[in-house]
């Protein structure tokens, strides 16, 4: 892991949905996140991996990112996503890096790409968080 979490996350930093879809955080760096998932256990029922799982890496590296910005002081929700796919991913692991548009006061938009292990983009994401006290 390049960039550790903050001492503030809880233990694992991850959910229940991330554990069941194996979403690992490897870079906490607040300008580019980065986090893998498996496709395996991931696909839908043609064997290709799943837009909704993909969908969910998407918000949780995203709510992260938008979570760094403002501090165990206020929260980020996802109000928006927008997910295109590109390419099927079938086996190994993908992996997706998180850059921010814009951290404001009560919105954070972030860009998120998917790669599957050759470094195809698989997914192109948009997410868009609120920003609320805790």
Not at 7 to 20: E, I, Q, Y
Not at 56 to 67: N, P
Request: negative net charge.
């Amino acid at each position: 892991m390049a960039t550790p979490p903050p001492s503030w996350a809880p233990t694992g930093a991850s959910s229940p949905l991330d554990d069941k879809l194996g979403i690992e955080i490897v870079d906490f760096d607040p300008d580019r996140l980065v986090a893998t998932m498996p496709v395996e256990g991931n696909q839908q029922p043609f064997g290709v991996l799943h837009g909704g799982a993909t969908c969910a890496l998407v918000e949780t590296i995203g709510s992260w990112a938008a979570m760094l910005g403002v501090g165990p002081e206020r929260r980020a929700v996802g109000i928006e996503l927008n997910a295109s796919y590109l390419r099927s991913a079938t086996s190994g692991v993908v992996t997706a890096v998180c850059t921010p548009v814009r951290r404001g006061r009560t919105l954070a938009t972030f860009l998120v790409e998917v790669r599957d292990e050759e470094e195809r983009i698989t997914a192109s994401a948009r997410l868009t968080c609120a920003i609320v006290p805790t």
